[in-house]
């Protein structure tokens, strides 16, 4: 089955600084592909999305580009904030019916002033 | 407003007890599921349901029970078969199966 791999936080940076949460992916065909962000405390919200190869989702500053020739949908943010401090998931569906989907282990952020 | 409501957000229970978590869905939205979260394993699939009176398990099922009486509610048992079942969980929703989900804002269950 499709399967995503994303790297193992937690992921220390000072306010303004540059982000990168890589992904990799196994997929059979081109599935969407997709960023969540789950704040202390709460449930997981979208944060962007692609849906082909090429794409770039995009959202609040922050940017992922699906790259079929790398099977990568890495993570971007030009200047980070304190409030982006999160946890954030990469995540697609499965193959044979997008019933259900597959999540990262998930990469934790802290923002510091 | 329109949106998924779990409750309690906080449950504490003895060992040996069964508990249920509620969710609620006014998104008129047809499928459902149940995500368990621990920490540094991200999200793992106890149960979907596509339509009303059908569920499917998912990857780690036993020990919890669930039912889909109703389009709007799928609420997730956790039995006295469930070796840790002190965790986070997530009820989510989603319309075209495309992989976008749409969370509630979750349920902790500590088990003494």
């Known amino acids: 089955g499709n399967s995503v791999t994303q790297m193992e936080g937690p992921v220390t940076l000072s306010e303004e600084a540059f982000l990168t949460i890589n992904c990799t992916y196994t997929a059979t065909g081109y599935p969407s592909l997709f960023w969540y962000v789950q704040y202390p405390g709460e449930g997981l919200q979208l944060l962007l999305k692609a849906t082909k190869a090429d794409d770039k989702g995009s959202n609040k500053g922050f940017e992922a580009t699906y790259r079929k020739e790398t099977t990568s949908f890495h993570l971007e943010k030009g200047s980070v904030q304190v409030s982006d401090s999160a946890v954030y998931f990469c995540?697609?569906?499965?193959?044979?019916?997008?019933?259900?989907?597959?999540f990262g282990t998930g990469t934790k952020l802290q923002v510091i002033p | 407003d329109g949106g998924i409501t779990q409750s309690p957000k906080y449950l504490f229970r003895k060992e040996g007890q069964n508990v249920t978590l509620s969710c609620e869905q006014n998104l008129n939205h047809d499928a459902m599921y149940w995500y368990r979260q621990d920490p540094g394993q991200g999200l793992r699939l106890i149960y979907y349901s596509q339509i009303v009176n059908d569920f499917q398990k998912g990857d780690i099922a036993e020990g919890y029970s669930v039912s889909r009486e109703k389009k709007e509610s799928f609420p997730l048992t956790v039995t006295s078969a469930q070796k840790n079942p002190t965790a986070f969980y997530l009820c989510a929703t989603s319309q075209d199966y495309t992989g976008e989900l749409f969370f509630g804002e979750g349920s902790r269950l500590t088990v003494l």
């Open positions: 995540a697609l569906p499965n193959s044979g019916g997008y019933q259900k989907v597959t």
